[in-house]
């Protein structure tokens, strides 16, 4: 998969593009991804996607913006899994909150990607103010030689699939409801970071993953498995919060405990597989409060685990 930071003025590519945010990469978004290749191949063309780095939310009101589902380099991991040939990861700026809809159609769709083909969702706004919507898009498709498709909503256990939905089931604790809606089980990757030896000084030492994002969208104390460290995931337990027990005021960090696991790995890059929340993240009277609760905690997700690997356990895996 390409991946393009700059737009060129004019291009003599031809392409088959969707634009969007795509934040999660969710099973809405797969079906707009799969529509997109099958139209790319019949027409002999790469498929290509355009979405905004930062998103616009994040530009506009960024302390008041949605959590991410994903970092950008997750994004374009998944959307490389899909079979996506091109990305165009568009900085969203003054310029671009400013620009009319119809010059983004020029400048971007026409000029810089060399559109033939367009698929846009049903609720697709665009250019400054979001005047811009598919019956613009369609209005200047003559003019500028492409044609335009649109999508419908995903409908899921009778709600729209959305990332707002996948937000509020992880926010939740529903980490089975959000494994519906992603198509997969929500994970966060990130390289392994020194920590401040919180967690070794307490008997329960951590790989601390690097989030990626300012805000994510689940915290807690959670039965995980990790990625990129073996053959097989190694199962464990993680907490991704601020801390509240030795912390004043900390930022949100992703630690994550692997179980018989005693090796150097920091600066490699793993996955943190989310599996099932314990617990909501507590501030305890003492320190040793909250090392007898790490305890229940480590072997409540050793239960999880022997449980599922007998089969017993009723969650579904993925």
Known sequence: ???????????????ALTIGNFDGVHIGHKAMLTRLIDAARQRGMPSAVMTFEPQPQEFF?????????????????????????????????????????????????????????????????????????FDLLASLAPKYGYEIEKTSSIMLEGTRVSSTEVRARLGAGDLDGAQRFLGRRYTISGRVEHGDGVGSGLGYPTANVRLGRSKAPLSGIYVIEVEGLGAKPLPGVASL????????????????????????I?????SVRFLEKLR???KFASVDDLVVQMGRDAQQA????????TGSHAGTQN
Request: glycine residues 8%.
């Open 61 to 133: 009101a960024p302390d008041q913006a949605p959590a991410r589902l994903s970092s950008l380099r997750e994004k374009l991991e998944l959307l490389d899994a899909e079979g996506i040939d091109i990305v165009f990861v568009c900085r969203f700026d003054f310029a671009m909150a400013q620009m009319p809809a119809d010059r983004f159609v020029e400048r971007f769709v026409y000029g810089a990607l060399g559109t033939r083909w367009l698929l846009v969702g049903d609720d697709f706004r665009f250019g400054a103010r979001r005047s811009g919507n």
């Open 241 to 264: 919060g601020v801390r509240p027990t030795v912390k004043r005021q900390g930022r949100a960090v992703l630690e994550a405990h692997l179980f018989d696991f005693d090796r150097d």
């Open 280 to 282: 909501d993240e507590e």
């Open 302 to 309: 050793r239960e999880y685990f022997r449980h599922r690997d």
């Open 266 to 270: 920091y600066g490699r890059r793993v």
């Open 1 to 15: 998969m390409r991946v393009l930071r700059q737009a060129p003025e004019q291009t003599d590519q031809q392409v």
